[in-house]
Structures are given as C-alpha cells and as structure tokens.
C-alpha cells in the first residue's frame, strides 16, 4: 500500500470486490440491472478513485 493515503485501500478494495462478487443479493441485483463483470470493476476503480482523492484532499 502507497503511504501517501491515511486509509488502507487495498482492504476497501477487497471488500467492495466480495460486495459486489460474493454477496448473493448484490449479485442477483447487478445481474438484474444487466451489468458485466468488467463493468463493475470499472464502477469499484471509479468508487476507489473518488475515495483516494477525497483522502488525499482531507489531508491538505
């Protein structure tokens, strides 16, 4: 993990991944909205990205 942030994203990224990949809800919910697989890893690195630079900004 990159020091540079104040949270560890690699946990928050593992537990967005079983979220959306493991849960049997969300599951049943992405696949009746019709998303792919590849699309919600484009949606969990948007959600990541939104969250390292809020933390990169709370430090300033």
């Known amino acids: ?3 540079t942030y104040t949270v560890n994203f690699d946990d928050i990224e593992s537990f967005i991944n079983n979220h959306f990949f493991n849960d049997s809800k969300s599951k ?3 696949e009746k909205a019709g998303f792919t697989e590849s699309q919600i890893k484009v949606i969990n ?3 990541l990205t939104a969250l390292k630079a809020y933390d990169l900004k709370k430090q300033q």
């Open 1 to 3: 993990m990159n020091n």
């Open 28 to 30: 049943e919910i992405i």
């Open 45 to 47: 690195t948007l959600i």
